[in-house]
């Protein structure tokens, strides 16, 4: 057996998002209370691992999960743009008033013409490219020891999808990848040999929020407000 690392990629927590807007890229979505508290908990979990490297997505929703693990560890977490959420057509929608929004905007079904691909948003072999370059480069920072990746729920399923050699056609309530969860990577030396998943702050999520939401004709709302 070789040298063993392990890569971390953490989901961020709650968004504060009353209004049910897609927000995928944008700016100005911060963590809610329940998102600060299952932060905390993230880095009250896992904040006595071997962990030697952080990084995470720009966005501010995915700094603010990492920013208790990180002063917890007294490590600078570098900010990288490859682990971002997916590009989506549909970024800026309020879907908070579900179907409607369909039949009020019926423009917006013209992407909806090609899941393989997906046709509303980035491709899924372009996410899994980016984040599977980031994640090899945060194993070469912490070699031997662990490295936390912050990034999305599509992104990390993607990711998943990728390594384990599955189809990335899949329905969102079949992700599994809850608000700050770990879908943990391990290597032996440089070759992948485990995917792993955990829910530290499971007990957080409020009953019946476990699922990804799904808006109406199937596009994934990516995370739940």
């Excluded at 961020?12 to 927000?23: K, M, R, S």
Aim: charged letters at 25%.
């Amino acid at each position: 057996m070789g040298v063993q690392t392990i890569v971390h990629l953490l989901r961020h927590g709650e968004v504060h998002n009353p209004e049910g807007i897609l927000y995928g890229r944008m700016d100005g979505f911060h963590l809610s209370d329940l998102g600060r508290q299952m932060a905390q908990r993230i880095a009250d979990s896992i904040g006595d691992r071997d962990i030697v490297h952080l990084r995470t997505s720009p966005l501010e929703r995915a700094q603010e999960t990492l920013a208790p693990l990180a002063a917890t560890l007294g490590i600078t977490p570098e900010i990288d743009p490859r682990v971002i959420e997916s590009g989506n057509k549909f970024q800026g929608v309020n879907f908070g008033a579900g179907a409607r929004t369909f039949l009020k905007r019926p423009d917006l079904l013209r992407h909806m013409y090609n899941p393989f691909k997906p046709s509303w948003g980035e491709p899924y072999d372009e996410i899994a490219g980016r984040m599977v370059a980031a994640v090899h480069d945060a194993r070469d920072a912490a070699v031997g020891h662990e490295a936390v990746v912050v990034s999305h729920q599509l992104p990390i399923w993607t990711t998943r999808l990728f390594l384990e050699k599955r189809s990335y056609l899949h329905h969102p309530k079949t992700r599994q990848c809850t608000l700050c969860s770990l879908t943990s990577v391990v290597f032996d030396d440089d070759r992948m040999v485990q995917v792993r998943y955990s829910e530290p702050a499971g007990d957080l999520i409020p009953v019946g929020d476990r699922s990804a939401p799904f808006s109406a004709g199937g596009a994934p709302r990516e995370d739940r407000p």
